[in-house]
Every structure is written in structure tokens, then in C-alpha cells.
């Protein structure tokens, strides 16, 4: 009787090994699949000052930056911001309560939204999202602030995408 309760627990121990092997296959290869085009930053993501702090992956489009969360299932970005309602309005080192969950040499962006801008949650399947895109949506209102957490590097290469916008397409940087 013994053997048998011990025979059943390995099996039930390997199974879970299994599983979570699968999973972090799972989530290094959605990983890669995001970095692979290119644009990419590690970025964290605060919606308002008493929000908690969301790790994961910003990716530059040609007018949009999308959010992917870091523990995401789908290739479909978790939020997106158009450039032409993003505007950086400030910027600051994160308190030591945030660093210890942001990592070392990040730097907090305060970024005004405008309109159409900072989409959240799901939308339906085949619904606009974001600039008219099907995708995540479900406004939060229109406007507000959300903060990114970023690199130095990664704040030079938003400050420039930003720029890099036509002449009257955005709301502007303002720092």
C-alpha cells in the first residue's frame, strides 16, 4: 500500500514538473516572438499613482506603442497608445518601495493620454480598438495618466519616437 501511495505521488510530482517546464517554454517563446520584430523595450505600467506596478514589454509601432504584460497568454498587446495621444509630461527616479519591484536603473514616465488613448482590458473580437484597430480596448474615459517605467535608454528611444511623429500628429513631449 506504501509503494503504490509513493509510485502515485512521483507520477503527480513529475506531472507538475512537466507542466511548469511547458508553461516557461511557453512564455520564453512568446517572449521571443514579441523581441523578434524589433522595437522593444522592458517597460512597466501604472495606471494612476495608486495602481500597482505591471512588468512586461513595450513594443514601438509606426503609430502606436503597445504594452504587452510579461505573464500574457496571447500575442495581442494588453494596451495601446496611439503617439498622436501620448504626451510625457514628467519624469523621476522611483521610490525605493518601486525600485525593489521595477529593478535597478529604471525611471519613472509620467504620460498624459489623450482621447483615444490608453485602452484597457478586452474589447470583442472584430470591435476597434485603439486608433481603430481591432484589438484590446474598453476605455478607462477619455484622458488620464498613466505612468511607464523604463530604462534611461529606453526613455531617450520614446522621447525620440515621440518626436519622430509628423508635424501635428501628437499632443507633444513636455519635460
Not at 6 to 13: V, Y
Not at 95 to 104: D, F, K, M, N, V
Not at 131 to 139: L, N
Amino acid at each position: 500500500m506504501g509503494g503504490a501511495l509513493a509510485l502515485d505521488a512521483a507520477w503527480l510530482f513529475a506531472a507538475f514538473l512537466i507542466i511548469l517546464i511547458l508553461a516557461a517554454v511557453g512564455i520564453a517563446t512568446r517572449r521571443f516572438l514579441l523581441e523578434r520584430g524589433g522595437g522593444t523595450v522592458e517597460c512597466g505600467l501604472r495606471r494612476g499613482p495608486n495602481g500597482s506596478w505591471r512588468l512586461g514589454v513595450a513594443s514601438y509601432q509606426r503609430e502606436e506603442l503597445n504594452w504587452f504584460g510579461a505573464l500574457g497568454l496571447t500575442m495581442r498587446p494588453d494596451v495601446v497608445f496611439p503617439r498622436r495621444d501620448l504626451t510625457v509630461v514628467s519624469r523621476r527616479l522611483p521610490t525605493e518601495a518601486e525600485a525593489a519591484s521595477l529593478g535597478p536603473g529604471m525611471i519613472v514616465v509620467e504620460c498624459q493620454l489623450g482621447e483615444d488613448s490608453g485602452q484597457f482590458g478586452p474589447v470583442p473580437d472584430g470591435m476597434p480598438g485603439p486608433g481603430g484597430v481591432p484589438g484590446p480596448g474598453g476605455a478607462t474615459g477619455p484622458g488620464g495618466t498613466v505612468e511607464l517605467a523604463m530604462g534611461e535608454e529606453a526613455l531617450t528611444g520614446l522621447l525620440a519616437w515621440l518626436e519622430a511623429a509628423p508635424p501635428g500628429s501628437h499632443l507633444g513631449v513636455a519635460l
